[in-house]
């Protein structure tokens, strides 16, 4: 049995010692506003230090703000990670209007919405099998308030070129 424990202790040492992927979230920004809600797309760098490719089997996601949930969800079976190279992947977030307007009370104080994203990428490794990455990523973002809305309607209509102008 000793021969078997020495082989185990060297297996799980060069284990604990390969490279392993690593990934961060660059960026967090809100693509989209719509009837049903708003999406935010996090960008997140995953680096593959393999030969081959990596299946990504699947990402979960946490938004919070003011110490409270406002979206979670998982996406299954995103892709691959590229070789030997860095692969961006897009993580997109949905949240329901109604669950930002129970965040007036945040808002309410500074005219921005803090929040914090975590995420967790699940790869899976050969021979090692499914490897959790935890991230997390906080940030603000920052509201528009009347006079910056009423301010950005005049600057466009001063950058808009009139012979561009199609009229109905």
């Known amino acids: 049995m000793d021969l078997i424990d020495k082989a185990k202790n060297f297996v799980s040492e060069k284990i604990a010692n390969m490279q392993k992927p690593e990934a961060t979230i660059t960026d967090v920004d809100l693509k ?33 703000s003011a110490s409270r949930v406002i979206a979670s969800g998982r996406i299954p079976d995103p892709g691959n990670i590229k070789a030997n190279d860095s692969t961006m992947l897009d993580v997109p977030v ?9 965040l007036v009370k945040d808002i309410g104080g500074d005219w921005d919405v803090d929040y914090t994203l975590e995420l967790g990428l699940i790869i899976d490794l ?5 490897f959790s990455i935890p991230l997390s990523y906080s940030g603000e973002y920052k509201l528009p308030t009347l006079s910056d809305l009423w301010k950005g309607g005049k600057e466009d209509e001063e950058k808009e070129d009139p012979s561009k102008v199609v009229e109905i």
Request: glycine fraction near 6%; hydrophobic fraction near 45%; charged fraction near 15%.
């Open 32 to 64: 989209k506003l719509g009837f049903d809600g708003v999406t935010f797309h996090a960008k997140v760098a995953v680096k593959n230090p393999y030969s081959v490719p990596i299946p990504i089997m699947e990402i979960d996601y946490v938004l919070k």
């Open 94 to 102: 949905k949240v329901p209007h109604s669950i930002l307007l129970s």
């Open 126 to 130: 050969p021979v090692i099998g499914n």
